[in-house]
């Protein structure tokens, strides 16, 4: 077994950290000693066969889950953006506005300027959250309930914009343009789910892009509990 | 990677700019994955460092040092949360530090996938600490230097782990036919 100063050399001398004055010793070494050549030999190879493990690609989801959780850290705290429902009512104003487009698609569901709303004092409690990865729309839904109203707080990640229609208790509404991409960045949107019943048992999404449905997920309600 | 680039995308994502977040995810979710991957060998867990790493690097990029390289920051955070992980399992079976002397092989290389699969049979089975330093040595390519700076260790220490390491791994993959003898 060599000493563990020439062995060091070699291992320098293989990680090209090795100086000139480092090389030259190792020579006159090697040269006298053939087991330490043998050595050298075969930590190269092992070396050579570490260097030669091929990366691996990450999971496709993982940039979008990423930037998905963003808000919720990073970003909220860097421009002091209080989470949640401080900013429903100015989402709220938003989305009647006209930035959110809502469309009553099925169901006894209010009339469309009915549909959004504030929803300030008292806080509103979490009642479910989904978490969404592995597909074309990553990030999470929340189910919040505040009094005699619920909510659905949006916070998507995807590569163009997303429709979301959501049904529950025999209503059903869609909520259009949502998501940050790229190109596009956008707060978490709050939608109050007015003329809903708030005792649902389930609170289903259908995700549509391009108006082709690529995904689903259901939120339990404070019914279903 | 280019440090001045990592120097303009941190400026940009401390403003807010969150183009600049997504590019810096896509410039270092490869290297942190796949460091994570091999230092833990379950893909989820790998992911689920991955993720956490760079929530935390997002957390704290005021706190971050831009005299500092931010690959090293970047690769500390993912490394300590890799082996936070691998501390809580505490069950690799570890190749005993005496292998080295009793190692004899057959004259033979292994190839492809069937010596990836070797090196990462031999890597799971020595200390963490050793297996840290193979990884950001021979899967991210890392100078002495920046090991040093990343493990937050004398470099020293880092090539006495190094060397350690190598032997372990060379002794096993003797064993297994994977390395010949010369």
Redesign the interface.
């Known amino acids: ?1 060599a000493d563990p100063g020439r ?2 050399l070699i ?2 001398e293989i ?1 090209g ?1 090795l100086d000139a004055a480092g090389r030259a010793e190792l020579a006159r070494w090697l040269l006298a000693d053939p087991e330490g ?2 050595l050298r ?3 190269r ?3 050579t ?11 496709e989801q ?2 979008g ?3 998905a ?2 808000p919720h ?3 909220e ?3 002091s953006w209080t989470p949640g429902w401080r900013y429903a009512a100015l989402i709220a104003g938003v989305v009647a506005a006209g930035a959110v487009v809502l469309q009553t698609v099925r169901g006894p569901g209010p009339a469309q300027s009915d549909v959004t709303g504030t929803m300030s004092a008292p806080v509103p409690a979490l009642v479910d959250t989904v978490q969404l990865a592995g597909g074309p729309v990553s990030g999470r839904v929340s189910l919040y309930r505040e009094s005699s109203r619920l909510g659905l707080k949006f916070d998507l990640v995807a590569s163009s914009p997303v429709d979301v229609v959501v049904t529950a208790g025999g209503h059903s509404v869609q909520v259009s343009g949502l998501g ?1 991409t ?2 596009k ?1 956008t707060p978490p949107t709050t939608v109050v789910l007015a003329g809903f019943p708030t005792e649902v048992q389930t609170v289903d999404l259908a995700f549509l892009m391009g108006g082709r449905q690529v995904g689903t997920a259901r939120l339990r309600g404070s019914g279903g509990r | 990677m280019s440090e001045d680039a990592d120097c303009t995308l941190v400026r940009r994502c401390r403003e807010g700019d969150r183009r600049a977040c997504g590019e810096l995810v896509l410039r270092y979710q490869k290297p942190v994955y796949n460091a994570a991957l091999r230092l833990l060998r379950n893909p989820d867990d790998a992911r689920d460092v991955a993720q956490t790493a760079f929530m935390k690097v997002f957390e704290h990029l005021a706190d971050y040092d831009p005299r500092y390289k931010f690959y090293s920051w970047i690769y500390r955070i993912a490394v300590n949360e890799a082996l936070d992980t691998l501390g809580s399992r505490k069950s690799f079976e570890e190749i005993p530090d005496d292998a080295a002397d009793e190692a004899a092989g057959p004259d033979r290389l292994l190839e492809g996938e069937q010596t990836t699969r070797a090196i990462e049979d031999a890597l799971s089975r020595i200390k963490p600490e050793l297996r840290s330093v193979i990884v950001l040595r021979h899967f991210m390519h890392l100078s002495y230097q920046d090991m040093s700076d990343i493990l937050q260790l004398p470099e020293k220490t880092v090539k006495s782990r190094l060397y350690d390491a190598r032997q372990l791994l060379r002794s096993a993959l003797l064993q297994r036919g994977t390395v010949s003898h010369g």
């Open positions: 077994m062995l060091a291992h320098e990680d950290e050549h043998a030999d075969d930590l190879r092992l070396c066969a570490l260097d030669s493990v091929p990366a691996v690609e990450p999971p993982l940039r889950s990423i930037l959780a963003l850290t990073y970003t705290r860097r421009r940050a790229e190109q960045v």
